[in-house]
Structure formats: structure tokens, C-alpha cells
């Protein structure tokens, strides 16, 4: 079955840098897209980024332009998330989601707080 | 990034049918119509209708979706309290290059 495991969140200061991965397994990773979106706490839905198949495209949210990246590795399957200069208003469940919305990983908690 | 609109809080009674609606602009909804999720408390999103009311398998046929010019809706029939979830509408805004999200509407079933 698919499935998306997102890890490497945690508490970080106000700064630092982060980087996220999604392990996902139960099709075929290099053929989909792959999206992360990001939820803060008690609040709504917020899209980070997108990676296109063979991630030659790359388009991110204005929010998190020119200090995350997203990037995969299609012989691991894996998918990531680089996040530099964090700030308080990252803090947030970060969600890992294939290309059609059709599959959700459970998510991985970033903290950004001195 | 302008997000989509969707009502804060919709009510309505057990049995009743719901409809919720999210505008957005000729960049966005307008160009491709809206993807819906559910959220129940504590829990992932999940995939409710996407590309033209596609529903993913294991999706009750209570949920359907359309989309009319700049607003895309999802309605849903026979309430029942399992409804009772929050619900996000996104779509590409093909202008800002960029997926854009609703609020939510939280809604309750009475």
C-alpha cells in the first residue's frame, strides 16, 4: 500500500537550518509529483512546494521562497525538504503529499523557538 | 500569495445536505476548478474530489463536487455526525506559478 513517512522535524532556534524527508513506498515514486504543504498550529492549510517528476521544475511559496528547497531522490524514493534561516512562523506540522493530493504522510512537527 | 475564499463555519442539521463553496479567480479556480479535503481533528487531510469531481476510490458518493465559473462547491448529502471535519479547497493559480489553499470551513453538524 502507499505510504508517505515524513521525518527529521523537531526544535530549532530562530536561524538554524532543518531538512526534512519523506520516505514513501507502494508505487512508483519517480512517476509522481510530490507537494509539501504545512499546517501551524490551529490554523488551516499552507502549500510549501512542488517537484515536478524528474525535479527540473520547482516552484515554492512566496513565504518560503529563496529559504527552503525541495528536492528528491528518486533511488531512494525519498523526497526532501532543506529549510534555512527558520523563523517562529514555520512552526508547523509538515506534510509530505503525492502529486494529486491522493496520499498524505501523518506529517513531522517543526518548532522554531529560542 | 491571495488565497481562495471559503466561509469561516457552516451548520447544518443530521440527515440535511451541505454545501460549501470556495471562490477564487479566473487564475485558479476559474482555469481548473478545486481539489477537496477533509480534515477530521488530529488527523491528516483527506481526498475528497479532484480534476472535475474525480473521487478517489473508497470515497462515499455523498460527497460530490462541481465548479461554476470562479467558485467550485462540494456538497454533501444525508449529514451524519462522522461529517462533522473541516474542509479545504486548493487549486493552481496558474498567474502566481503557485498551489493556493481555502481557510477551511468547519462544519458542523447539529
Known amino acids: 500500500q502507499v505510504q508517505l513517512v515524513e521525518s527529521g522535524g523537531g526544535v530549532v532556534q530562530p536561524g538554524r537550518s532543518l531538512r526534512l524527508s519523506c520516505a514513501a513506498s507502494g508505487f512508483l515514486f519517480y512517476s509522481y509529483a510530490s507537494h509539501w504543504v504545512r499546517q501551524a498550529p490551529g490554523k488551516g492549510l499552507e502549500w510549501v512546494a512542488i517537484i515536478s517528476t524528474d525535479g527540473g521544475k520547482r516552484h515554492y511559496a512566496d513565504s518560503v521562497q529563496g529559504r527552503f528547497t525541495i528536492s528528491r531522490d528518486d533511488s531512494k524514493n525519498t523526497l526532501y525538504l532543506q529549510m534555512n534561516r527558520l523563523r517562529a512562523e514555520d512552526t508547523a506540522v509538515y506534510y509530505c503529499?503525492?502529486?494529486?493530493?491522493?496520499?498524505w504522510g501523518l506529517g513531522t512537527l517543526v518548532t522554531v523557538s529560542s | 500569495q491571495a488565497g481562495l475564499t471559503q466561509p469561516p463555519s457552516v451548520s447544518k442539521d443530521l440527515r440535511q445536505t451541505a454545501t460549501l463553496t470556495c471562490t477564487g479567480n479566473n487564475d485558479n479556480v476559474g482555469n481548473q476548478g478545486a481539489a477537496w479535503l477533509q480534515q477530521h481533528q488530529g488527523h491528516p487531510p483527506k481526498l475528497l474530489s479532484y480534476?472535475?469531481?474525480y473521487r478517489p476510490s473508497g470515497i462515499s458518493e455523498k460527497f460530490s463536487a462541481s465548479w461554476s465559473g470562479n467558485t467550485a462547491s462540494l456538497t454533501i448529502t444525508g449529514l451524519q455526525p462522522e461529517d462533522e471535519a473541516d474542509y479545504y479547497c486548493t487549486a493552481w493559480d496558474s498567474s502566481l506559478s503557485a498551489w493556493v489553499f481555502g481557510g477551511g470551513t468547519k462544519l458542523t453538524v447539529l
Open positions: 503529499v503525492r502529486e494529486d493530493w491522493d496520499y
Open positions: 480534476r472535475n469531481n
